[in-house]
């Protein structure tokens, strides 16, 4: 499932480019989650200024109106001015002066919706529950530890739900753990103003990192210029399970946590 780095990688390697593109036309292929939310039409002549993201949405800012774009469980975008005949997995193509936009979407999980505005209740409804963006100044250390302090769940799965910061999905939130020395299913009360400063840090250097290598390549992520990201090569704990650790040689203990897959080293994790 792509990240919140694969979406940022995905941003980067498109935004510039549509930047200022004027949409010649709009291609709608099979349903995906949620309709487009406006006709065709509307969308023709209208202009591109900018493209932003906002936890894993894609906000595509438009000279009336803004389009957001979500990838889903298995949703890629590519971007170019000479691309291929749609295929039977891409559902969405946006035709501009300066290339094609298109989502491609096996699952069909993902989607774009247009809004009238970001304060709009067609945006509101899917941005409004959003936690703080973890790579801006909003992710603050000591309200981080206020909100762990007050809650007696596990920390991962908190981390995964995004209400205190959003974004970290399960690879990721594996691996800030490991970098902070937090077992995953510490309770999330009993972490230290100190340890919730790591654990801040963590999530911050991994994502930034994440970005930097041009996200996970797990599940066939590729950006909209068609290059494979590079991250899982270095996963210090995820999808390890029974190798050795990086740091101590310990095996690498793999457990199920709310569904979902865990992975850490016992002896460099503390509960
Ligand atoms: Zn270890």
Known sequence: ???????????????????????????????????????????????VLAVRRRGKYLLLDLSDGLLLMHLGMSGSVSFGANLPLAGKHDHFDLVTSLGTLR????????????????????AQKLLGRLGVEPLSEAFDALVFHQWLHARHTAIKPLLLAGQAVVGVGNIYASEALFLAGIRPTTRASQISKPRAARLHHAIQTVLTDAVAKGGSTLR?????????GHFQLEAMVYDRAGLPCRVCAA?????????????????????
């Open 251 to 271: 095996p690498i203990k793999g457990i199920r946590q709310g569904q979902r897959s865990t992975f850490y080293c016992a002896t460099c994790q503390k509960p």
């Open 220 to 228: 066939d992520f590729s950006n909209a210029a068609g290059e494979a």
């Open 103 to 122: 989502l491609h979407d096996p699952r069909r999980f993902g989607a774009v919706v247009h809004a009238a505005g970001e304060a709009h209740p067609a």
């Open 1 to 47: 499932m792509p990240e919140l780095p694969e979406v940022e990688v995905t941003r980067l390697s498109f935004a510039d480019r549509i930047a200022g593109a004027r949409i010649e036309g709009v291609v709608v292929g099979k349903p995906l989650r949620w309709p487009l939310g406006c006709e065709a039409a509307q969308l023709h002549g209208q202009q």
